[in-house]
């Protein structure tokens, strides 16, 4: 069974930094893609960031290129989000995801959320002013 745990929300003022993590256990097989949805209160849950294909694939929503990286130890038992210079607009309940087979669009790797196989449970993430 595959379990998702993610961990390292919290609280942090406009400009500071956090890094979540998602522990991964269960998988069956090395073809999956993983990282993280959001959601903030009163909107759409969005695919923030994703890794994918071995790591060589990454994704990163417009919103935070340039700020979040993501990473991931070499069996993606973990995949880590460092999120710099956080805005309070990145304020969100911040999801771990994985895609089994993962879809690729032209050749790029885009998560959305109906493609999504398992989820993890939420951890808060606040960005004060």
């Known amino acids: 069974e595959v379990q998702l745990q993610a961990s390292g929300g919290g609280l942090v003022q406009a400009g500071g930094s956090l890094r979540l993590s998602c522990a991964a256990s269960g998988f069956t097989t090395d073809d999956f893609a993983i990282g993280w949805f959001r959601q903030a209160p009163g909107k759409e849950r969005e695919g923030v960031s994703f890794i994918s294909d071995s790591d060589v694939s990454t994704y990163y929503a417009d919103s935070v290129k340039g700020r979040f990286t993501i990473s991931s130890d070499n069996a993606k038992n973990t995949v880590y989000l460092q999120m710099n210079r956080l805005k309070p607009e990145d304020t969100a309940v911040y999801y771990c995801?994985?895609?089994?087979?993962?879809?690729?669009?032209?050749?790029?790797?885009?998560?959305?959320?109906?493609?999504?196989?398992?989820w993890g449970k939420g951890t808060q993430v606040t960005v004060s002013s």
């Open positions: 995801a994985a895609e089994i087979d993962p879809s690729y669009y032209s050749g790029v790797y885009i998560p959305r959320l109906s493609n999504m196989d398992y």
